[in-house]
Nanobody, 126 residues
Framework: QVQLVESGGGLVQAGGSLRLSCAAP????????MGWFRQAPGKEREFVAA????????YYADSVKGRFTISRDNAKNTMYLQMISLKPEDTAIYYC???????????????????WGQGTQVTVAS
């Protein structure tokens, strides 16, 4: 497993932007595909985006396509989620996660991710 620490959450007005970061101390960061998930109050945790080990392949939930961009910097052991045109329905706790799977990391399933961060709150005011 890998330790993950999210940051960058906060309160923003609808239409605004935020960038989340996920730091993964250690030398094994590039061995993992990475993903972002979110959980709104009273709802199940859902897939947001995922990125391959090199960063060359990305996947997004339909609800965030065109507004969110996932990226990673393996030299800094850090993953990012740039969010623009935020909507109140984007309000949730955002979690980063690491997957050691070579075959199913892109499917957006929670069970394919081995390690999770503690989450960072994103609140979008209308």
């Amino acid at each position: 497993q890998v330790q993950l620490v999210e940051s960058g959450g906060g309160l923003v007005q609808a239409g605004g932007s935020l960038r989340l970061s996920c730091a993964a101390p250690g030398r094994t960061f590039s061995n993992y595909a990475m993903g972002w998930f979110r959980q709104a109050p009273g709802k199940e945790r859902e897939f947001v985006a995922a990125i391959s080990w090199s960063g060359g392949t990305t996947y997004y939930a339909d609800s965030v396509k065109g507004r969110f961009t996932i990226s990673r910097d393996n030299a800094k052991n850090t993953m990012y989620l740039q969010m623009i045109s935020l909507k109140p329905e984007d309000t949730a706790i955002y979690y980063c996660a690491a997957s050691s799977s070579r075959t199913s990391w892109y499917l957006g399933r929670l069970r394919d991710f081995d390690s999770w961060g503690q989450g960072t709150q994103v609140t979008v005011a209308s």
